[in-house]
């Protein structure tokens, strides 16, 4: 058996050669003592096993970040207790979610102290029977206040992240920031820097309004945040302006034009004013995304963003067609999940939401009923148990025009 180790600067590859196994190269980020020597067995075994911030192994695999107890709070009355948030907390764990965006600790202590209780509880803790941990997340503008009270936050957790941001949109850096795009460029950097230095070593960047900003600058600055330390790079649809063929090109672009973007994970972040957030966020991914972030029920600022539980059952409706994407997430959760997130909110559920609405199960039209009395499939294109709902009428027929209310329970 051999192990070879490269002598770049911040990433490196391991190649493993046993005598009866294939070779298998993955990248790993270079960590800064030495590593001591070990065996092949225990290689194996740390690779197969290990959250890598900036590697996913299987290529199909699609990390899901939550963003409900952040974004999807700053939905106008969305706002929950820390009790609630921390409930939240624990059921997104049991749904299977790869990232917990936990909130935006430097916006007051509430917020600071919730995110650390849920680092110290859900942080820590397994779900599941496959002993699946959460990373647990807290936003930070580029500034050092923000980072330092972050990391006060996550830094609990097992696998802690910050996640750090600044505008780059000519709109955005005129109005708002009043900063040049020097200064931008400069401001990412040092504050990636500054967040790796803290003992981060998962540090995600998000230039805010992506869709609108200029393209060659976007490369830049997102070019010197992964110089700078940057394990994921988020690309924001911040205003919900870019359609699905649009963004797409966007996420390939910034693959085959930003230095060192395939040494780090691409996500998206899509808001759905146009009501194209969910589609966005799949083009995203069918472009080489690996984090989708999104939120229960879609809430989130103005009209949302993508909702998980239609990213999520788009994945697994046309794995095939996006060519064998999945994501982690136990889809027998999302019913409870959505519920929870309805009732501690007060984010009511349109009857016609997709996946999880009272109707998204309910057949009304005689050709429908006479359809699904001879086979469930030819309107279903997924089962209500696929997402963990029970029927109370099993055919999820309705009795009489408009009138028939559709029950079910979890």
């Known amino acids: 058996m051999a192990t070879s180790l490269s002598n770049t600067p911040s990433f490196f590859s391991l190649t493993i050669r046993g005598p009866t196994t294939t070779t298998r190269t993955f990248s790993y980020l270079k960590p800064s003592k030495t590593l001591p020597r070990k065996s092949f067995s225990i290689i194996t075994c740390t690779l197969n096993n290990a ?11 699609i990390r899901i970040l939550d963003t409900t107890l952040r974004d999807g709070e700053q939905a106008t009355g969305a706002s929950m207790t820390p009790k609630q948030k921390l409930a939240i907390a624990h059921q997104l764990a049991r749904l299977g979610v790869d990232i917990i965006e936990a909130g935006f600790p430097a916006s007051n202590k509430a917020d600071l102290e919730t995110a650390k209780l849920i680092a110290q509880e859900v942080g820590n803790l397994a779900a599941s029977d496959d002993g699946h941990i959460p990373v647990i997340s807290g936003l930070a503008r580029c500034n050092k206040n923000d980072i330092v009270k972050a990391w006060e936050a996550v830094k609990y957790a097992k696998y802690p992240r910050i996640h750090t941001f600044i505008a780059t949109s000519e709109i955005h850096m005129k109005h708002k920031l009043r900063m040049s795009k020097e200064q931008v460029i400069e401001k990412a950097r040092t504050m990636v820097a500054y967040a790796r230095s803290l003992g981060c070593n998962d540090v995600q960047f998000s230039p805010e309004d992506a869709g609108r900003s200029e393209r060659e600058f976007l490369y830049e600055v997102l070019g010197e945040a992964i110089k700078a330390g940057a394990t994921t790079i988020c690309i924001p649809d911040t205003v919900g302006y870019t359609w699905p063929r649009e963004f797409g090109q966007l996420i390939a ?30 083009e995203g991914a069918y472009s080489g995304a690996r984090q989708l972030e999104v939120t229960i029920n879609g809430i989130g600022e103005r009209a949302g963003n993508a909702s998980l539980e239609e990213v999520v059952m788009s994945l697994k409706c046309k794995r095939e067609l996006l060519g064998g994407l999945y994501t982690g997430v136990d889809t027998k959760h999302i019913a409870m999940t959505s519920k929870m997130v309805e009732d501690y909110t007060g984010m009511k559920v349109q009857p016609h939401k997709p996946i999880v609405g009272a109707n998204a199960f309910s057949h009304e039209s005689g050709i429908h009923q006479d359809g699904v009395l001879k086979n469930k499939s030819t309107y279903e294109i997924m089962s209500p148990e696929d997402i963990g709902i029970h029927r109370s009428n099993e055919l999820g027929l309705k009795l009489g025009k408009l009138r028939y209310v559709y029950l079910y329970c979890i």
């Open 51 to 61: 959250y890598i911030p900036h590697h996913i192994q299987d290529p199909n695999r």
């Open 253 to 282: 672009d910034i693959k085959s034009n930003t230095y060192g973007a395939t040494n780090v994970v691409i996500s998206t972040h899509c808001h759905n004013d146009l009501g194209l957030a969910v589609a966005n966020t799949l």
